[in-house]
């Protein structure tokens, strides 16, 4: 098996993830779950640890995949880690972004896809108009509520951060 080894961004983006929660990745939900904080952190860091790509469960990073194992083989870390100050930011921003359904697979799926949809922090009017046609489109089992509620509070968020 080839050796993994990660960056100081893809070690940040861990260790916000198991300040989370712990690394799970036996079932779908696991693995879809992780691969959408995985991303939520990463954008909300602004680090390109890892390149995420539209799949139909929304963003996907095969190299997260392997890190992700790669932790769980070989149980690289123990314990929670210490967060650095900017870690810690992020970490409280998840929080804050979703709330008692952070670990909600659905709900990461919902913030996640909206977040790869919207790459710039500030929307216009047509973009906004654009990016719900096409969640409700390509994720028929969310509302359109649902999505228009979580594309609110994405925008509060990114603005307020600047993120």
């Not at 959408?36 to 990463?42: G, P, R, S």
């Not at 539209?54 to 997260?64: A, E, N, Q």
């Not at 972004?97 to 799926?109: A, F, M, R, V």
């Not at 654009?130 to 603005?159: G, N, V, Y």
Request: aromatic share 8%; net charge positive; with cysteine.
């Amino acid at each position: 098996m080839a050796r993994i080894t990660m960056s100081g961004d893809a070690e940040s983006v861990l260790k916000i993830m198991r300040n989370i929660g712990p690394i799970r990745m036996s079932g779908f939900n696991d693995r879809m779950y992780m691969q959408k904080l995985a991303y939520l952190v990463q954008e909300m860091q602004t680090n390109e640890a890892h390149v995420f790509s539209w799949y139909v469960r929304g963003p996907y990073s095969p190299t997260m995949t392997a890190q992700l194992y790669h932790h769980l083989e070989h149980r690289t870390h123990d314990g929670v880690p210490r967060l650095d100050d900017s870690e810690a930011a992020v970490h409280d921003m998840m929080r804050e972004l979703l709330g008692d359904k952070i670990h909600d697979p659905l709900t990461l799926e919902l913030f996640a896809s909206l977040w790869y949809l919207m790459p710039d922090a500030k929307v216009s009017k047509e973009a906004h108009g654009s990016i719900i046609k096409t969640m409700c489109k390509e994720k028929p089992h969310f509302s359109k509520d649902q999505i228009e509620k979580a594309l609110a509070k994405i925008i509060t968020l990114r603005k307020k951060y600047s993120v």
